[in-house]
Each structure stands twice: as structure tokens, then as C-alpha cells.
């Protein structure tokens, strides 16, 4: 009676293995770029909605609303709030603002995203800490 040998062999693993690393070892930059992109559209949805509720609250008012009011209003989301920190510059006569979410952490491809009371829109690399 002939026993057959079933299974793979030790060089048969060791390409699929292969050929699995190599293609992780690419495919990883390209979804964590994909990653950071999609975080950044996060963010700017967010900040345009935002300055939208400021021009409504100053229509309604007179007045910009805080900071605490806007998050209230529309607050960010987990995920974002683990990437970005939120700071808002208000006038002194809460006549005009300033949104800017800045990057926790700079290696992960995330700038910084201002909104101001005009509704211009800016992306900076500036202002991005490193605290891990």
C-alpha cells in the first residue's frame, strides 16, 4: 500500500507567503493615503457645516455662537476628535470668528483647515503638532 503525501510543501508556504507580504507591503501606503483623504473631507464637511450654522446664528442674533454652542449644535465626530483639535478665535463683539481644526499627530498626512466669518476655506501644513 503507497501512502501519497497530501498538503503543501515547506517552499510552496514560503512563496505564498511571499507574494502575500509583498503585496501588503503595497497596498498599505496606498490605504492609509486613502485614509488620511477621506479623514481630511471629514473635516472640511464639518468646518463648512460649522461656518453654515455661524452665518445662521449671526442672521438670528446678530452674534456668532461659541464654541460649546456650535460643538453642541453639531458635534464632531469620535473619530475626528481623536485626529484634529478644535480651536475657534472669537472677536471680542462676537462679530467675527475664526474655526481651525490642527492634526494631533503630524505622521499621519493631515493638515490644518481654517474657516473664518468670510466662509474662506484654507489648508496649511502649518500648526500641526507631534504628540503622539
Known amino acids: ?16 507567503l511571499t507574494v502575500v507580504g509583498v503585496l501588503a507591503a503595497t497596498a498599505y501606503p496606498s ?5 488620511a483623504r477621506l479623514s481630511m473631507i471629514e473635516a472640511r464637511l464639518v468646518l463648512e457645516s460649522w461656518a453654515s450654522l455661524q452665518a445662521q446664528a449671526r442672521l438670528k442674533t446678530g452674534r456668532f455662537l461659541t464654541l460649546k454652542d456650535l460643538s453642541a449644535r453639531a458635534p464632531l465626530s469620535d473619530r475626528l476628535s481623536r485626529l484634529f483639535r478644535v480651536d475657534q478665535h472669537l472677536g471680542a463683539d462676537r462679530l467675527t470668528f475664526k474655526l481651525e481644526l490642527q492634526p494631533l499627530r503630524s505622521q499621519l498626512g493631515l493638515r490644518s483647515l481654517t474657516v473664518d466669518h468670510w466662509g474662506r476655506l484654507t489648508a496649511s501644513d502649518r500648526g500641526s503638532c507631534c504628540a503622539d
Open 31 to 35: 490605504y492609509h493615503a486613502h485614509v
Open 1 to 16: 500500500m503507497s501512502k501519497e503525501a497530501t498538503g503543501f510543501t515547506l517552499i510552496e508556504l514560503l512563496v505564498t
